[in-house]
């Protein structure tokens, strides 16, 4: 990944973002509420958890036929990925509650899902949520050489069926947190001391992250070796069954927020810097999508309302349907765009769309 320091450009004569944060700020000050989470997070949370894991003790303690304990299964990755979306994502931004030590437990609910909270913290609310959609600096944008994301990734000759294979390949994303992913970024991101916050010592960094591996191995294969009287290979086509569930949930939405038609993936000049500020950047890399389906608001924790996130990542998704008029209102005030399909369907469409179109082969190769 390039290193280059990015610089976005201070130069908005309109004031976009200071005008939408004071009519943000007056929004909650005149209606009495806080930033962070309320009861109905609180609600969902509580519904997350037993989805998530309910199903394993009932594995664990029923009995119940393989049919069954597959089907709980793929019940215990829906449940992942809702803890993932609506809890641990804000947890670590802080946003859950006023409470620093009830955000770092909702945070950190992300060991149990494999992941690790220093890599996620500086993936995504350093690297991916300051240089979105820019090419070798947010590493959502980066899939390696088997996906090409951008017209300014290499194109290879298996892009050209990448809108085919890419769905198969979504719902690796938190096995690959379990076995390999962690240890790569960890050390990757170490060496680059890259942090959210003050910079943990490396020792304790590493001890918490195998300790965590350790203790999640043990709870979810075997634990469940132990007590149950089936054959290994159920116990690991369950789990992965699990983790393939949540992977493809989870990858698909991330996408439809900044892998489509129109999200842009713009480059910074020679100097290093880019062309918008900060704010009006997200603007033009971000897409929001199904935002009047009160099940996809619901489930996908506000990760529909990637604007709103965006822009104000601190303030949590259960306030987004309210200040997304708002942020909709001042973009059009100012000549801004404000992306958005109207349904979910539309948005994968586009998806699948743009990754076809970015499979095929360039006129020309840099």
């Known amino acids: 990944m390039d290193q280059t320091t990015i610089r976005f450009s201070r130069k908005d004569s309109a004031q976009f973002f200071k005008t939408l944060n004071k009519r943000v700020n007056d929004y909650f000050k005149e209606n009495k509420l806080k930033k962070t989470g309320n009861w109905r997070l609180h ?3 509580i519904v997350m958890f037993t989805m998530f894991l309910a199903p394993y003790f009932l594995i664990l303690t029923l009995g119940l036929p393989t049919w069954a304990n597959l089907l709980l299964t793929i019940l215990m990755g829906v449940g992942m990925a809702g803890v993932g979306m609506n809890v641990m994502h804000d947890g670590n931004h802080g946003s859950y509650s006023n ?21 996620w913290q500086v993936q995504h609310n350093v690297l991916h949520h300051t240089y979105t959609n820019i090419h070798e600096h947010d590493e959502d ?19 050209k069926f990448q809108h085919l294979y890419s769905v198969f390949l979504y719902g690796l994303l938190t096995f690959n947190w379990a076995i390999t992913t962690d240890f790569q970024q960890m050390y990757r991101y170490m060496k680059r001391k890259l942090s959210y916050g003050k910079l943990p010592s490396p020792a304790m960094n590493w001890s918490t992250m195998v300790i965590a591996k350790l203790i999640y191995i043990t709870i ?67 897409v929001n999508f199904g935002t009047k389906n009160k099940i996809v608001n ?5 990760l529909n309302h990637q604007v709103e996130h965006h822009i104000f990542p601190n303030i949590s998704h259960v306030h987004y349907t309210d200040i997304a008029k708002i942020v909709k209102k001042t973009a059009k005030e100012f000549n801004l765009p404000y992306n958005e399909y109207k349904t979910t369907r539309k948005a994968i469409f586009s998806h699948f769309k743009h990754l076809k179109e970015l499979g095929k082969q360039p006129a020309f190769q840099a």
Do not use: C
Request: charged share 15%; glycine share 8%; proline share 3%.
């Open 99 to 119: 409470k620093k030590w009830v955000n770092k437990i909702m945070g950190g609910s992300i060991y149990i899902l494999a992941g690790n909270v220093y890599n």
């Open 141 to 159: 944008m980066e899939a390696g050489r088997v996906l090409r994301f951008s017209t300014h990734t290499e194109w290879k000759k298996h892009h």
């Open 43 to 45: 609600l969902k949370t």
């Open 220 to 286: 979810w294969i075997v634990v469940p070796l132990i007590f149950l009287d089936i054959a290994w290979w159920q116990i690991l086509l369950g789990f992965f069954i699990m983790h393939y569930v949540a992977g493809v949930i989870l990858s698909v939405t991330f996408q439809l927020a900044h892998i489509v038609d129109d999200a842009q993936t713009p480059l910074p000049d020679e100097s290093g810097t880019m062309k918008n500020t900060w704010a009006i950047h997200q603007l033009f890399t971000t």
């Open 298 to 302: 619901w489930f996908t924790g506000g």
